[in-house]
């Protein structure tokens, strides 16, 4: 602000403090409206990355996960404007998905080619924030797929031929005459050889579950002298968690023999409700 005036122009003491207060004044006045610049408030940073809400998952049974991850900035009304995901496999991209213009940080689907089965990969998300500035990308994590197809399932049943037959759609029922050397033993006798069992395994979800096994024996053995058992029935069956987890739901045996001459029957069943993970 420049401010001018007539030299020949003759002030008296009082007036001359109005004059320089004026002028005081009026270079505040300028100053409070000259706009200030204010710094830029840092770019957001990416972090707490999960496929599948699982991080850095094992044995992923999706071919098309989605995608979450965890925004962190300084300052308040922070918000995201678009996003990069990039997907890679031994150091190849397999999918970016270039700057996408959505608030989304949960639940990004994958829209890449299906991913392959029993293969690891890694990726990464960069961020833009209010203001359009683009974060750092986030350090990379990783997800191994499992095995996504019927026709990766070529493993066989070890040590033991069975026969197979479909009780209904979307199930496989396995029949084992005999169970392999050393599968159940009670004691010190080996009973898998006169064992018959039963599988009964889920194909209808991503992975494939053995919901079901039932071993049954009935030929008569001797323990200990004393005792002898005449017919043996182990029952289990298991479900899957959520995290994708197979656990028992519950376990039924029915043994009956003697002991000393004295016919006898024990049973147990025990069911399984709540689950912890042990880290």
């Known amino acids: 602000m420049v401010v001018s005036y007539d030299p020949a122009f003759h002030f008296t003491q009082g007036g001359e ?60 009304g922070r918000e995201q404007s678009a996003y990069q995901v990039i997907v890679s496999k031994d150091g190849a991209d397999v999918w970016d998905s270039g700057e996408v213009h959505s608030p989304a940080s949960a639940n990004v689907p994958y829209g890449g080619p299906a991913l392959q089965s029993a293969t690891r990969y890694t990726w990464k998300v960069r961020a833009w ?13 990783s997800l191994e797929t499992g095995l996504l197809t ?46 018959q069992a039963e599988v009964l395994v889920n194909i209808k979800e991503k992975m494939p579950l053995v919901e ?32 994708g987890h197979a656990v028992p739901s519950q376990a039924i045996s029915d043994m009956s023999g003697s002991m000393l001459g004295k016919a006898g029957r024990m049973q147990a069943d025990a069911a399984y409700s709540d689950f912890k993970a042990v880290r």
């Not at 071993?215 to 959520?242: C, E, H, N, W």
């Open 129 to 141: 924030d209010e203001a359009s500035q683009p974060s750092a990308y986030s350090a990379p994590a």
């Open 17 to 76: 403090k109005l004059i320089s207060r004026a002028l005081a004044g009026a270079a505040l006045a300028a100053a409070l409206v000259v706009p200030s610049t204010a710094a830029a408030a840092a770019p957001l940073a990416v972090s707490g990355l999960t496929a599948d809400r699982q991080a850095n998952p094992l044995g992923l049974g999706d071919a098309r996960p989605s995608f979450s991850w965890r925004l962190d900035g300084d300052g308040r």
């Open 212 to 243: 079901h096994v039932r071993l049954k024996s009935t030929k008569g053995f001797r323990m200990m002298l004393v005792a002898a058992i005449t017919s043996i029935l182990i029952d289990q069956r298991y479900r899957m968690l959520p995290d």
């Open 150 to 195: 019927q026709r990766d399932l070529t493993a066989k049943w070890i040590g033991a031929p069975a026969s197979r037959t479909s009780p209904g759609p979307g199930y496989v029922l396995y029949h084992f005459a005999r169970l392999p050397a050393g599968t159940l033993k009670i004691g010190s006798h080996d009973a898998s050889a006169d064992t």
